[in-house]
């Protein structure tokens, strides 16, 4: 699980996810190479893909927010 503000974010092992982002998504996650993801959002009439990367210590899950197009951190729980 990942933290943002009051945004949270869950990735299973099959690399199904939920999130909820002031709104509740599913979607998946796919691997990019050595700490880099893809991150695929379904949240009802909106989808979309954002990609994101994870820190060396595994600890923070950089993003760019789509909503702001600022990079926003997401906590490792």
Same mark, same amino acid.
């Given at each position: 699980?990942?933290?943002?503000?009051?945004?949270?974010?869950?990735?299973?092992?099959? =690399?199904?996810?939920? +999130?909820?982002?002031?709104?509740?998504?599913? =979607?998946?996650? !796919?691997?990019?190479?050595?700490? +880099? /993801?893809?991150?695929?959002? @379904?949240?009802?009439?909106?989808? /979309?893909?954002? @990609?994101?990367?994870?820190? +060396? @210590?595994? !600890?923070?899950?950089?993003?760019?927010?789509?909503?702001? @197009?600022?990079?926003?951190?997401?906590?490792?729980?």
């Amino acid at each position: 699980m990942a933290e943002n503000g009051s945004r949270t974010m869950t990735v299973r092992d099959d =690399g199904s996810l939920s +999130a909820s982002v002031g709104k509740s998504c599913t =979607g998946a996650t !796919k691997s990019q190479g050595k700490r +880099a /993801y893809r991150f695929e959002f @379904d949240c009802g009439i909106t989808k /979309y893909s954002v @990609d994101g990367t994870l820190s +060396a @210590d595994g !600890k923070n899950l950089t993003m760019k927010d789509p909503s702001t @197009d600022q990079n926003a951190v997401w906590n490792r729980k």
